[in-house]
């Protein structure tokens, strides 16, 4: 059989521990005996970013920003402990943390969906994608204890004009907080939410409080409909989908009586909150895909789950473990479809929608890692678990 041709190189960023295994499991036995495989390859593993001084993961987002794919796999955010394992210069911060910053992007996440493992919200058919905002608001807010006295907010602009507002007078003690964000980076979220759900094909829901936060919350609520009357609106009506605003609390009973395929945007702490409980109500992190979208439609996909060191130091002893590689083999067909997608190549985007098929039919006939086999139940099928490698070998004989 002749392998599939790339024009266009995926940026590859290697990672650790037991997904740094599963990736070249998942590169040799899914992906390069089918397609001639075309990357450009970061070695993001702890090593060898204490090695470059951390350079390799800015590198890494460079040429994402070139190319406009890249596929990551899971890294080691190091802390004291990290530090001393691998004897580092210094104690990196995260690489998503610098990835993030570096292509100004949104977070979308999206649970895989098998028959056989019902989520904890039965009517949900069909994937919810939360879209999380990941700068400002609480999580850069200033807060401070009050004892009795007046707390003012206070706002100098460029030309030295004070504006004060009471925000409270304290006759006992309390606490106050101020907090902010950008327009420049509320309408980046706008724009990676609309160009995610138009390659989706899903409707977009949006929620903020903006009955009762009408200056903060309706800024993002105002930002969000210029950005999508101006610029989107003709484009979602062509792909037939919806954009809908509403309030978050509208959303949230909407949302459990929904079937699902939906794409939901949150503010930063709503995003938080809410996709540990879509996740946990779909099963699994382990079967839940994570993409970063920035505005000008650049893509980086990765599994939610980090690098799984309790199996990882089971491998290293020589034993087999039964870690489910799915959210890393849907990181690699996202983003071979997306490569495919840009470079207008079928035979690449039908390879993706096959390696995805293959995975989730495996698990539906009854193969898979262990982590799955106490969710499983389907008449007729007896859950059978199987390690990382039998697993992926299954897969393998489907596509
Ligand atoms: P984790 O790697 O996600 O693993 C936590 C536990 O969840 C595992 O011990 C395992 O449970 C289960 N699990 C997660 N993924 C699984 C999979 N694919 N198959 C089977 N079980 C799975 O989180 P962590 O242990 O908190 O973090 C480990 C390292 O990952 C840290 O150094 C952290 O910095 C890094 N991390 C990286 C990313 C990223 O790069 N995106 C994200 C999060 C964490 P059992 O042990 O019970 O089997
Ligand atoms: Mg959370």
């Known amino acids: ?22 990736w070249q499991w998942i590169k040799d036995i899914l992906i390069c005996p089918f397609v001639d495989l075309k990357t450009e390859y970061y070695d993001l593993g702890l090593k060898n970013r204490d090695l470059t001084d951390d350079k390799v993961t800015s590198d890494s987002a460079i040429a994402t920003k070139k190319y406009g794919v890249a596929v990551k796999c899971a890294t080691i955010t190091p ?8 004897s580092l210069k210094k104690m990196y911060k995260s690489p998503n943390g610098t990835i993030r910053a570096m292509l100004d992007g949104t977070v979308f996440r999206a649970p895989i969906i098998v028959d056989g493992i019902t989520p904890y919200i039965p009517t949900w058919k069909k994937p919810i994608v939360i879209a999380r905002h990941a700068y400002g608001d ?10 009795v006295g007046k707390a003012v907010l206070s706002y100098k602009d460029e030309n030295g004009a004070l504006v004060e507002k009471e925000v409270f007078d304290f006759k006992d003690g309390g606490v106050v907080m101020a907090m902010h964000n950008t ?10 939410c609309f160009n995610y759900a138009l390659s989706m094909r899903l409707p977009l829901w949006f929620s903020t409080k903006d009955t009762i936060s009408k200056v903060y919350d309706g800024d993002f609520k ?18 037939g989908i919806e954009y809908m605003y509403t309030l978050i609390d509208d959303v949230v009973a909407r949302i459990v009586r929904s079937e699902g395929g939906i794409v939901w945007a949150c503010k930063n702490y709503d995003g938080d909150v809410m996709s540990d409980m879509v996740a946990t109500a779909y099963g699994s992190l382990a079967m839940m895909t994570s993409v970063l979208v920035s505005p000008d439609g650049i893509y980086e996909y990765e599994a939610a789950h980090g690098t799984v060191t309790r199996h990882y130091y ?18 690699w067909s996202g983003a071979l479809r997306k ?6 190549n079928s035979e690449l985007m039908d390879f993706a929608d096959r390696l995805e098929k293959a995975t ?31 697993f992926l070998q299954a897969i393998a004989t489907r596509i």
């Open 1 to 22: 059989m002749e392998k599939i041709k790339m024009t266009t190189p995926l940026v590859e960023m290697d990672g650790d521990e037991m997904t740094r295994i599963l």
């Open 79 to 86: 802390n004291a402990q990290r530090v001393e394992e691998y």
């Open 138 to 147: 609480v999580y850069k807010a200033v807060d401070g204890k009050a004892g």
């Open 183 to 192: 327009d420049k980076s509320i309408e980046s979220f706008a724009r990676a």
């Open 222 to 239: 105002t930002i969000f409909e210029s950005v999508y009357q101006n610029d989107y609106k003709e484009k979602f009506e062509k792909a």
């Open 314 to 331: 089971k491998y290293i002893k020589g034993e087999e473990t039964s870690t489910n590689p799915v959210a890393t083999i849907f990181a």
């Open 339 to 344: 490569r495919g997608e840009l470079d207008k």
């Open 360 to 390: 989730i039919t495996t698990i539906e006939s009854g193969e898979m890692t262990g982590d799955l086999v106490g969710l499983f139940k389907k008449d007729g099928v007896t859950p059978k678990k199987l390690c990382s490698k039998e």
